[in-house]
C-alpha cells in the first residue's frame, strides 16, 4: 500500500521537515517527493509519496492524525491511497477516438479506475461501451429538457459516487449548475492549443488563420468555458496541404494523448489547481 | 546558377506540362519541384528550380521569355536567381538574441545575403554591429518624431534598395505607412504561438493563463498586428516551475530558431503567400 | 479517380516536361507532384497525383501507353489507382496495441485497406480480430515446424494475394526464404530509434544504457535484421524515474503512431525504396 | 545565499526527514526539494537547495555541520553555494558554433560561470575569444607530443583550479590519463543520438543509413568513448531532400542547444552519476 499527500499553504521554514517527520514517525517510508515554492505568492506546494507497509494506522486514523499538522500550517491538503480505484464516468457523443483510448488503456491495467458509467446524449456509442462491459446511459438533449437530463446525471453520477467525470469530446456545453457541483472533477478535451480557438470549431478557425501547427488541450472545466486550469498541451505540425479534414484526422491522435496523459496525472494525484493554474508533479 | 520560380494561378490542366515544356525548351534542367493544388479554392500553386548552366539567356531575357505563358495563364510570379544575395535590413531595439543569430548564421554562410544595415530606435546594439562589420543606424523615436524618423528610415531602405525586413525584437509598432511600402517583404517574430498571446508582453500573459508551453511564430507584418501570414512556428515546454523570467529565458532559444528558419526559407524562395496564409515548399 | 506514379531513373533533361506532357496528353489534371534529384548519385524520383475524370483509358491501357516513356528513360516505375483497396496482412504475436490501432484507424476510414487476415502465432488477439470481423489465422511455430508453418503463411498470402504484410509487434524472425517473397512489402515497427538498440529487448537496452530519450522505428523488412529501410521515426522523452515497465508503457503510444503513419505513407503511395533508404514523399 | 545538496545513499526509513530536519534546524528554508528512490537499486537520491539567509554559518562551517549525518547514512554527497561562480575551461578545435553560444549565453548572464580558458589545438578561434575578453591558450597538437601537451594542459586546468571542462566540439580524443584526471568534470557534446553512430563522422553515418531525425548528446566523458553517462539529448527531423551538408548545418543548432542544457542542469547542481547514468532533477 501507498499514500499520496497532496498539500499546499502559505510558505513557512520546517514545512518539510514537520510533514517528513510525521511520516516518518507513523513508520512510512517516503518513496517520492516533490516540492514546490511560488516565491512571489509565498505559497509552498507539495507532494509526497510513502510506503504504508509498515504504518499501523487505517486510512480514517491516518488523516485524524494528519489534521492537527495540517491546521497548525494552514494548509488545504488530502491524503489519497495510491492502490484505491476511481470511479470515473465519461461523457460521449459521436465521437468515438477518445472513448476507444480510454477504454483500451483501462483494459490494459494504466489507469487504476472503476468505469461507472459512459453517458451520452446519443446513443451512437453503445456498442464500444457494450463491448467493454461498461454501463451506458442515454441521456437525449435538447433545448427544453437540458437541465432537467443534467439533473438527471447528477443524480446519477451522486449514486454512483464519482471522483472524476471525464468530457471525451462531449458535445454539449455544461450548465453552471452541473460545473459547481463538480469543481475541480471535471476534465475535459479541447482540440487546440489553448488559448487560442476558443469555442467552436477550433480545427475550421485554425485552418483559416493559417497556423503551422494544431494542438491538444486537456483541462479542468470551471463555468469559464475553455478557461479552466490547463493540466497537459500538445501539439503537432501541419502545413498549407492539410485540409480541416485532415486537421481533424491529425488532431485526432492529439486528443487521445492529450487527454490520456492529464487524466494519468490526475488518477495518480500529481495535480494541484491554485488560482486558475495547475501545479503538475510529473 | 540556378533559377527558381515561384507561380500560382487558378488551377487549369496542364500547368506542370506548359512550365516544364518552358524550361526544358530553354535547355534548364529541373532539381527540385513541389506543387500544390488548392481544391477548395481552384487555386495552383508552384516552385520550380533549375539548372541554369545550359541556358544561353540572362535573367532579363528569362522573364521577357517567360512573361507570355504566365500572362496566358493569369498567374502572379517570380523567377529569382537562387545565387543572388539579397539585401536586407535587420531593425533592433535593446534585445541581441535574435540579431546575434541572424550574423553569426550570415558570418557561417548559411543566409545568402547581404546585411546593408542594422536600424535601431536606441544604440545598445551598435557594438555587436561594429563587430560584424555592418553598419548601423541609430533612430531614435519618440512620440513626437516617429513618423518623421519612420520616413527616414523608409528613404534609407530604398536607397539601400532592400529587399526584405527583418524585425529581430523591435519594440515599435510600425506605422500604416511603413508597411505599406513593403508588402510581404517584413518579417517580425513574435514571442507566443500566435494567433495565441497578440500584443504586449506575452511571456507574462503565458503565465497568467498557465499554459504548459510557450511559441514563437515568424510572420509577414501587415497592418492587422500580429495577424500577418505565418511563415513558421515553434513551441517548448514550461511547467509550473518555471517564472516569466524563465520564460523570457526559454524563450530566446525558440525565438532565435524560428525566426532563422522563416528566413531561410524565404531566403530560397520557398513562401508564396496567398489570402492572409502561407504556401511553405520545403 | 486519381492515379498516382511513382518513378525513378537516372538524372536527365525533361524528365518532368516527358512525364508531365504524358499526363496532360491524356487528358489528366495533376493535383500533385513531388520530385527529388539526388545530384551526388544522380538518380531522379518523382511521384505525380493526377484526377482520371477526363481520362478515357482503363487501368491496363494505361499501364501500356506509358511503358514507352518508362523504357526510353530506362525507370524503375509503378502506376496505382489511389482508390483501389490494397489487400494486406497483420501478422501479431501477444501484444495488442499496435493492431488495436490498426483496426481503428481502418473502421475510421483512414486506411485505404481491405484487412484479408489477421496470422498469428498466438490465438490472444483472436477476439479482439472477431470484433472487427476480420479473419484470425492461427499458425502456432515451434523450432520444429517453423518454417513448415511459414510455407503455409507464404501460401495463405499469396492466395489471398495481399499486397502489404504488417508486422505489429510480431515476436517471430521471418526467415530469410519469407522475407524475399516479399521484397519491400513487409513493414515492421521497432521499438527503439534504429540504428540504436537493434535487436531483442530494445527498452530494456535503453534502461540500461541510461538514454534520455526512447524511440521507435518503423521500416521495411530485410534480411538485415533491423536493417531494412527506415520510413519513419519518432521518440518521446524519458528520466531516471522511468522504469522498464514505464518504457514499455510509453513506448506502446509511440509504436502505435509511427506504424501507423509508415503505413499511411505507403498506402498513399509515398514511399520509393533506393540503396537501403527511403525517399519519402509527405 | 543559496545552499544546494545533492546527495545518494542506500535508501533507508526516515531520509527526508532527517535531512530536513538539519536544514530547518540551522534555521535554513527549503525552496526546492526532489528525491528519487530506484526501488530496484535500493538507493535513495535527492536534491534539496534551500535560503542561507537565517543560517549563521559559513560554508565551511556548514560542511563539517553535515557531516556527522552524512556518515551515519553513508551518503556521497555534496553542498555547494548557488551563487558561487564555476571556474570551467573550454576545449574546442575549429568548429565556432558551441563556443560561440556558450559565450553568448555567459555574456547574457545565463551561466554562472568564469570562464578561466579557452584551450584549443589550433588558432581559429582566438578571436572570438579575445571578442570575449577570455584567455585562449593554444596548445598544438601531433602524434609526438600529445601526452605531453596534454600534461601542460592538466598543470594549467589545475592551476586555474579549474570545476568543469566544456569539449565544445573539439575535435582530438582525449588520453585515459586526462580523463581520469577530472571523473565526471567533463562534458562533451556529440552529434548523434547516442549509442546510435558513436565514433567518428555520425552525420555521414546517419546520411548513410537513411534516418528521419538527427540527434545530439551531451554526455560526461569517461574512458570508454561516446559511453558516458548522458545528461541531455535532442532530435530533430530530416528528410531524404538533406545533404550531409544539411545534417551538419541542422546539427548545429541541435548541439548548442543541447550542450546549453547539460551545462545550465550541470551548472545548477542538478546531476547525480550512478552506475554510469544520471538522474536529473530538472
Known sequence: MTAVLLLSCSDQKGLVASISNFISDIGGNIINLAEHVDSEEK???????WKMDEVHYSYDELI????????????????ELAEKKHKIAIFVSKYDHVLQEIL???KLGEFNTEICSII???NDLEILAKNYNIPFQHFPINNQ?????????????????VDIIVLARYMQILSTKFVSEFPNKIINIHHSFLP????GNPHKQA?????????????????????????????IRISHKDSVKDLVRKGR?????VLAKALHLHLEHRVLVQKGKTIVFE
Not at 505559497?43 to 509519496?49: C, H, Q, S
Not at 491522435?253 to 494523448?257: A, G, H, I, Q, V
Open 145 to 161: 429538457n437540458k437541465l432537467e437530463q443534467e439533473q438527471n446525471e447528477i443524480d446519477l453520477l451522486k449514486k454512483l459516487d
Open 253 to 257: 491522435d492529439l486528443e487521445r494523448l
Open 43 to 49: 505559497m509552498f506546494f507539495i507532494r509526497v509519496e
Open 207 to 235: 485552418f483559416m488563420r493559417g497556423v503551422k501547427m494544431i494542438g491538444a488541450t486537456s483541462h479542468f472545466v470551471t463555468n469559464d468555458l475553455d478557461e479552466g486550469p490547463i493540466i497537459a498541451q500538445d501539439i
Open 196 to 199: 487560442a480557438f476558443m469555442g
Open 64 to 79: 485524524l492524525k494528519f489534521r492537527p499538522l495540517a491546521e497548525k500550517i494552514n494548509a488545504k491538503w488530502r491524503i
Open 104 to 106: 483500451w488503456r483501462h
Open 120 to 122: 451520452s446524449n446519443h
